[in-house]
Structure formats: C-alpha cells, structure tokens
C-alpha cells in the first residue's frame, strides 16, 4: 500500500529557536511537496530559546494560507512532571490546536507508569488533539494504558519521522512503534503520520514512517492527516 499523507501540523520555524525556516518558507516548501494544509506547532515554554507565550496570542494576524497552502497556528506543549502543561490557558485558547510532549529540557523521568500517568493528565485538556513522539525509552510509556486513553479523550498519536531518522538518540523506536501501532488498530486510536520538521527541506518527508506503516500493514483509516479534510473533521469533533 503507498500510504498518502496530505498535509501535516508538527513542523517548526525559527520561532522555536532552534529551527531554520520562516513560515513563508515552510509553506512554499509544502506547496512544492503538493500538501494542503501545513500548521506550525512552536515550541511552548521550557524549551531554550523558544518564543515567549505572547506569540500565540498573536495567532489572528497570521495568514490563513501562503502558496495555496491553509495553515493552522498551534504549539508543541510541553509535559511537565506534575501533569501539567507548560502553556497558560489563556494562550491555548488562540491555538488551533495543541501537540502535547515530553521534552527532557523540561522533565525528568519518571517511570514507564509515571509517565503515562502526566501524558495522559496533559491529554485531557480541550485544545490537546495529538502527542508528540511517543516512541523513546528515555521516558517510557505504558502504551497498553496510553492507547485507550488517548480513545478516550480524542487524541491522536505520532508517528514520527524524525524519530526514525534518529534512532540512536530515540531509543528503541522503532520496536516502540510496533507496540503502539497494533494498538491503535486494536481500539481504533487514529495516528498522525509527522515530519516534525525544522527545516523546509524536512516537509512531507515521510518515507521512513510511510515504510514503517506498509511493514505493519497499518489501516490507512486511523490516519488523520491522509487528507485536510480528514484532519479537520478531526479538529472539529473535540
């Protein structure tokens, strides 16, 4: 099966501060790559050199589509080790949606059920619609618990390029991955296939999640961003 994706939320411009493109940039490159929809998922307080929370509430004057790409304005939130989000509500209200993380600049381990226990209390907030590589034994997580809760609570979990890219610094991956994966197919928990791109060269990318995918012979169904209009119908039933 040749896996379509056609638009992507998980990307990062040098607003985060450690990306390398503008957004005129990302979307021309989005454009190239003939996606749809492109949304921008900034990095939220705790990560070093990141915007000041005042850029979401900033979010109206941004365009609405460059390149014949719509765009979507959201934040990468960080998971803080009491189950919170590193964001103030009153920024989390201008986004279009948040993708929620555990970043280890802003967390300490806790343990494979500790862990879960703080995704899993981030999960529940309103503008949470997805999580962030779920895949490193750096900070485990319990995916037979992750899994329903994320049913529960209308989330959808990553799958993520980047990670593949870099599997000697997100450890065990790939193995990680074909736990989960299963999983949601079990309980019918949608992913979202991301490049978690930081630079345009990096958008609509996916080849590595995409072969990942047809190993396991994944349902094409669970997949919220195969199209714009998938992606927004799931936007819209929180």
Request: charged share 20%.
């Amino acid at each position: 099966m040749n896996y379509h994706i056609g638009c992507e939320v998980h990307t990062h411009t040098i607003v985060s501060g450690h990306a390398f493109g503008t957004i005129r940039e990302m979307a021309q490159a989005a454009a190239e790559k003939g996606l749809s929809l492109l949304g921008f998922a900034e990095h939220g307080p705790g990560i070093p050199g990141t915007c000041a929370p005042i850029y979401f509430g900033g979010y109206d004057s941004m365009p609405k589509s460059l390149y014949g790409v719509e765009l979507l304005g959201g934040c990468e939130v960080n998971v803080l080790n009491d189950g919170t989000l590193s964001l103030p509500e009153r920024y989390l209200n201008y986004l279009d949606f948040a993708i929620v993380g555990i970043h280890p600049h802003c967390y300490e381990d806790e343990g494979r059920e500790k862990n879960t226990d703080n995704v899993i209390s981030c999960m529940k907030n309103p503008k949470v619609f997805f999580v962030s590589h779920p895949d490193t034994d750096r900070q485990p997580l319990n995916y037979e618990r992750l899994v329903p809760a994320a049913k529960e609570y209308h989330v959808a979990l990553e799958l993520n390029n980047s990670s593949l890219r870099r599997p000697n610094s997100r450890i065990n991956c790939v193995e990680n991955y074909k736990t989960m994966l299963p999983l949601c197919e079990k309980y019918r928990v949608p992913i979202l296939v991301s490049t978690d791109a930081h630079d345009p060269s990096e958008v609509g990318d996916f080849a590595l999640a995409q072969a990942l995918l047809k190993e396991l012979n994944f349902d094409e169904e669970l997949i919220v961003n195969r199209s714009a209009e998938t992606l927004k119908a799931f936007l819209g039933r929180k």
